[in-house]
C-alpha cells in the first residue's frame, strides 16, 4: 500500500495551501508534520532533507519534494490534472503562475510592516483589473465548465483557490464577473473540492498575528 | 520568415536571458522583437496578447507564451531537456527553481537603495556560496555523471551554466571551492551550440549597467521601491 504524501510546513496557508488544495483536489489523502519550533526547522536542515534550506517539503514517492512549484506540478502531472499534451500543459502553466502570484501578494500583505489594509485593497483591485478578467474572458471565449481542453485541470483548482482568498479580503470582487461566480459555484461544487470546503478539513485559515509571529521565529526572519 | 520562435522584451537580461540561453543550448534560432519606447510597450499591450500585460513573451507553434516558468517549461519539453520521467522533471523543477531565487536576487541587485549595494552583493555571493552552489557541487560529486540529471543535458544544466557565468560577474573567483562546478563549466562551454553563443554577437544580453536601467525604467515606468522588497 502506498504511503500518504507528508506535508512539513507551519501550521498556516503560506506556501503549502496550494499543494493541500491540488491534493485534496485529486482525492489523495495526506499527513501533516506542522513545524512549531526552530529546533524542529533545524533538525530538518540538519537531516539535510531541505535541498535550499527551505520549506515547504513534502515527502512522497520516495522523494524530499521542497520548491513548491516543483511539487505542484509533480503533483498535477501525477494526478492528470496537467492537460493532455504540451500546449494545454503551457495554457496550465500560464494560468496557473498568474493566480500563484497573485496568492502570493495575498500572503506577504500580513508580513508587510506598513498599513496592511491598503496593502490588501491594492491586491483586490490587482485582482479585479489584471487577473479577473483574463480568466473571465477566457471562460467566455470557449464558454466551457472548465478552464483548458474541457478538462477539471490544476487551473481551475488554482483559480478557485484564487477567489475565495480574493473574496475574504472582499466579499464583492466577483461582482463583475458572472461568468467566475458561476465558475466558483460549479467548482466548489466538485465532490472533492466540496469536502475540502467542509470545516474540519485541512484547509488552513488565513494568517493571524499568531502564524506570522511563529514563522518569523522559526525563521528567524 | 518564421517558424522561428519571436522573444518580445527589451534590449537587456532580465527575465528573458534564461529563455535565450535555453533556446541557443538546445539549438533553436529565434527572432526578437526589441522593445525601445514606452509607446513600444504601450502599444503591445494594446495588441492584446500579454496575457498579464507583462513581458517576457514567447510567441511560438501559434501559442502567446507568457510567465517565465511557463515559455521555460514548454521549451524545454519540446526540445528533450526536461528529464526522461516524473520524477526526473520534478529533480530538474527543484534545481532550476532554486536558480531562479539566485538569478532574481542578481537581476534585482541594480535596482538596490544607494548605499546598500556592498550589503546586498555580500548577500548575493554569502547565497551562492553557502545555499545555491553546494547543492549542485554535491550533486555532481555524488553520481559522479557529466550532467545535473539523468546522465543527460537538460535545462537544469543550462541554468546552472548561465547562472554561475553571472554570479563570475560579480566575483570572478566565486567557484574557488567547488571543483565540480568548474569542470562542469567547463564542460558547458565547449559545447557546440552554448560556444556560439558565447561568441561575442550573439543574442546574449550583456550585464545591466546604468544606461540599460535607465532604458528598462522608461519603457516599463517603474521606478525602484517597486522591487526593492524583493531583496531580503
Known amino acids: 500500500m502506498a504511503e500518504k504524501p507528508r506535508l512539513y510546513y507551519f501550521n498556516g496557508r503560506g506556501r503549502m495551501e496550494s499543494i493541500r488544495w491540488l491534493l485534496a483536489a485529486a482525492g489523495v489523502e495526506f499527513e501533516e508534520v506542522f513545524l512549531e519550533t526552530r529546533e524542529q526547522y533545524l533538525k530538518l536542515l540538519e537531516d539535510g532533507h531541505l535541498l535550499f534550506h527551505q520549506v515547504p517539503l513534502v515527502e512522497m514517492d520516495g522523494m524530499k519534494l521542497t520548491q513548491t512549484r516543483a511539487i505542484l506540478s509533480y503533483l498535477a502531472a501525477k494526478y492528470n490534472l496537467y492537460g493532455k499534451d504540451l500546449k494545454e500543459t503551457a495554457l496550465i502553466n500560464m494560468y496557473v503562475d498568474g493566480t500563484l502570484d497573485l496568492m502570493m501578494s495575498i500572503a506577504l500583505i500580513s508580513f508587510k510592516p506598513s498599513d496592511q489594509r491598503q496593502e490588501a485593497e491594492l491586491v483586490v483591485e490587482k485582482a479585479k483589473s489584471r487577473y479577473f478578467p483574463v480568466f473571465e474572458k477566457i471562460l467566455k471565449n470557449h464558454g466551457q465548465d472548465f478552464l483548458v481542453g474541457n478538462k477539471f485541470s490544476w487551473a481551475d483548482i488554482q483559480l478557485l483557490e484564487a477567489i475565495l482568498m480574493v473574496e475574504e479580503l472582499n466579499a464583492t470582487a466577483l461582482s463583475k464577473f458572472p461568468l467566475l461566480q458561476a465558475f466558483k459555484t460549479r467548482i466548489s461544487n466538485i465532490p472533492t473540492i466540496k469536502k475540502f470546503l467542509q470545516p474540519g478539513s485541512q484547509r488552513k485559515f488565513p494568517p493571524d498575528d499568531h502564524y506570522v509571529a511563529t514563522v518569523k521565529m522559526i525563521l528567524q526572519i | ?232
Open chain 2, 1 to 232: 520568415m518564421s517558424g522561428k520562435p519571436i522573444l518580445h522584451y527589451f534590449n537587456g537580461r532580465g527575465r528573458m536571458e534564461s529563455v535565450r540561453w535555453l533556446l541557443a543550448a538546445a539549438g533553436v534560432e529565434f527572432e526578437e522583437k526589441i522593445l525601445k519606447s514606452a509607446e513600444d510597450f504601450e502599444n503591445l499591450v494594446k495588441g492584446g496578447n500579454l496575457m498579464y500585460q507583462q513581458v517576457p513573451m514567447v510567441e511560438i507553434d501559434g501559442l502567446n507564451l507568457v510567465q517565465t516558468r511557463a515559455i521555460l517549461k514548454y521549451i524545454a519539453a519540446k526540445y528533450n531537456l526536461y528529464g526522461k520521467d516524473l520524477k526526473e522533471k520534478a529533480l530538474i523543477d527543484m534545481y532550476v527553481e532554486g536558480m531562479r531565487d539566485l538569478n532574481e536576487m542578481i537581476m534585482y541587485y541594480p535596482l538596490c537603495y544607494p548605499g546598500e549595494e556592498e550589503k546586498n552583493l555580500n548577500f548575493i555571493l554569502e547565497r551562492a556560496t553557502e545555499r545555491f552552489f553546494p547543492v549542485y557541487e554535491k550533486a555532481l560529486k555524488s553520481h559522479g555523471k557529466n550532467y545535473l540529471v539523468g546522465n543527460q543535458m537538460s535545462w537544469a544544466d543550462i541554468q546552472l551554466f548561465e547562472a554561475i557565468l553571472m554570479v563570475e560577474e560579480l566575483k570572478s573567483d566565486i567557484l574557488s571551492a567547488f571543483p565540480k562546478l568548474q569542470e562542469f563549466k567547463a564542460r558547458m562551454s565547449k559545447l557546440p551550440s552554448i560556444q556560439k553563443f558565447l561568441q561575442p554577437g550573439s543574442q546574449r544580453k550583456a550585464k545591466m549597467d546604468g544606461k540599460n536601467l535607465a532604458e528598462a525604467k522608461k519603457i516599463f515606468k517603474f521606478d525602484d521601491s517597486v522591487f526593492l522588497k524583493h531583496m531580503s
